[in-house]
């Protein structure tokens, strides 16, 4: 017989977990980041069986980023081009990376995530403090309608289309094998390689975001690795949370936005060194 609530989680847990997804949620539709590097150590401490909570994970990850998509699309702020361009191989490259993920060491593919985010957190912090000096230089406010926070990825041409493709799939291979979507490192990639402004950054993030999860999640749904109840709950309260968060995305200035998503990345680094000793004490 085919169990639905495998995680066995309290009324409690149900409550702090939907409370908890409902505010994160609304962060991760505003910079277009899932964060479910966030949410999944989260469930490790409450005691969840890991490869459950990864997998009720990546389709609370749909659920609030399919809700998120219509407000960025809405208001211009996916760039196809680059969904394709970056998408479409980090896709192939999840898949892959879910494929081989047998043969590397799921602690040294943590460690190395774990590296990457603290680099892109403090590229991150170095370019908000330089965006902030300007700001406070200027005394005037840059807002997403300028042309310097607008780009819809002038970084991406037709002579490095290859190049920017390869890094879309090394970031999948990693993420798929790895069980994480790793929207925090696409990030600093659409921004710092790509040169998007942080608007479209967000709208274009959520989306490829969205596509790269559906399709990791269908090895946990074959193989029934989800809690319909946890899902339920957290799913409900994400969709809630990311929708309204990305109405909000236009309404921030950059100087905000670019602080947010540093500290956002500066947050999910240490989380995801948590979930290495939770998962490998030894």
Excluded at 124 to 146: G, T
Excluded at 158 to 165: E, G, M, V, W, Y
Excluded at 167 to 177: F, M, Y
Excluded at 181 to 190: C, D, K, M, N, Y
Aim: charged content about 10%.
């Amino acid at each position: 017989m085919i169990d639905l609530f495998p995680l066995d989680a309290s009324i409690g847990q149900l409550i702090f977990l939907g409370a908890f997804t409902l505010v994160i949620a609304f962060i991760a539709g505003m910079v277009g980041v899932a964060l479910g590097a966030v949410r999944l150590p989260v469930m490790f401490i409450l005691g969840f069986n890991p490869v459950i909570a990864a997998g009720t994970n990546i389709g609370v990850t749909i659920l609030g980023g399919a809700a998120a998509s219509w407000p960025h699309w809405r208001e211009g702020r996916v760039v196809g081009r680059v969904v394709l361009v970056i998408g479409l191989p980090a896709i192939i490259g999840s898949l892959l990376g879910g494929f081989f993920a047998d043969g590397v060491k799921s602690w040294v593919l943590l460690t190395l995530i774990a590296a990457l985010l603290g680099l892109s957190s403090a590229i991150s912090l170095f370019q908000w403090w330089i965006v902030y000096k300007k700001f406070k230089k200027s005394k005037r406010e840059f807002r997403f309608d300028s042309a310097a926070e607008d780009s819809r990825g002038v970084g991406l041409t037709a002579r490095n289309q290859f190049l920017h493709s390869a890094i879309g799939l090394t970031l999948g291979i990693i993420a798929g094998a790895a069980g994480l979507i790793l929207a925090g490192l696409r990030f600093p990639v659409l921004i710092n390689v790509l040169r998007m402004g942080p608007r479209h950054a967000a709208g274009t993030n959520n989306a490829i975001g969205v596509l790269a999860a559906t399709f990791g999640f269908f090895g946990h749904v074959i193989n029934m690795n989800f809690d319909v109840a946890v899902l339920a709950v957290m799913g409900v309260t994400g969709m809630v949370g990311s929708y309204f968060g990305a109405k909000q995305t236009g309404k921030v200035n950059a100087v905000t936005m670019r602080l947010i998503i540093a500290l956002m990345l500066s947050l999910s680094t240490p989380l995801v060194v948590v979930r290495i000793f939770v998962e490998y004490p030894n």
